[in-house]
């Protein structure tokens, strides 16, 4: 083969490379697009915004970046188990997207991991069968290692959400972005919210 041939076949195989990656499908989101209206924010002290002024915790940003509002139904303090408890509340809504940021206090706390995870998957189920996408925000489990990154990483396979890992990433032990140990300060909550804005934005179109 002389050397214009080879550069034609070697021009040939890269289209047909670049036309097989563009054609293939874009991962599937479960209920994308969604007919709902309400962004919902379901979790603990993080979607409430502890360590951050007034209006300037991560739901508080994210709402304001998108242009909508942004229901908060976070508690302080809540585990996988306790957010179960009011899970119902979410009927009161007709929810789009549900931004689900649980596990840390799990974690503080010892819960098993099969519990954590498990009572997550119950979690997700819920928001899916109510028609919405759910947005799974993934928490380092332990310092060292981090226990629950794969764990985060099958779920959000599983149930075929969208999903954030890790968003504490890079903020835990560094002062310049933390109120106390485990909650961000308001520097802290904007890096959050631009990890997780992008992928949010996405799911609104």
């Known amino acids: 083969m002389n050397k214009r041939w080879y550069i034609i076949v070697l021009v040939i195989a890269a289209a047909l490379a670049g036309a097989y990656l563009f054609s293939r499908p874009a991962p599937v989101i479960t209920n994308y697009p969604s ?21 300037e915790g991560l739901v508080d940003l994210l709402s304001r970046a998108v242009g909508q509002p942004i229901i908060n139904l976070g508690y302080s303090g809540d585990t996988t188990s306790k957010a179960l408890e009011h899970i119902g509340q979410v009927d009161a809504y007709n ?16 819960v098993p991991r099969e519990q ?28 060292l290692q981090d226990n629950f990154k794969n764990s985060f990483e099958a779920l959000a396979k599983q149930y075929h ?22 909650h ?22």
Not at 35 to 51: E, P, R
Not at 123 to 137: D, N, R
Not at 184 to 200: C, E, M, S, T
């Open 35 to 55: 007919s709902g209206t309400d962004v919902i924010a379901f979790g603990d002290s993080l979607v409430t915004g502890k360590g951050a002024p007034e209006g």
């Open 95 to 110: 929810p789009k997207v549900v931004i689900v940021l649980l596990g840390g206090n799990d974690y503080l706390g010892r």
């Open 116 to 143: 954590t995870f498990t009572n997550l998957a119950t979690i997700i189920e819920t928001m899916q069968a109510k028609g919405a996408i759910v947005l799974l925000l993934g928490v380092r489990g332990g310092l």
């Open 161 to 182: 959400t969208a999903f954030v890992p890790d968003v504490l990433s890079g903020l835990l032990g560094n002062e310049e972005f933390m109120y106390d140990a485990v």
């Open 184 to 205: 961000p300060n308001q520097a802290g909550y904007a890096r959050i919210a631009k990890r997780v804005l992008p992928v949010l934005k996405t799911l609104l179109q």
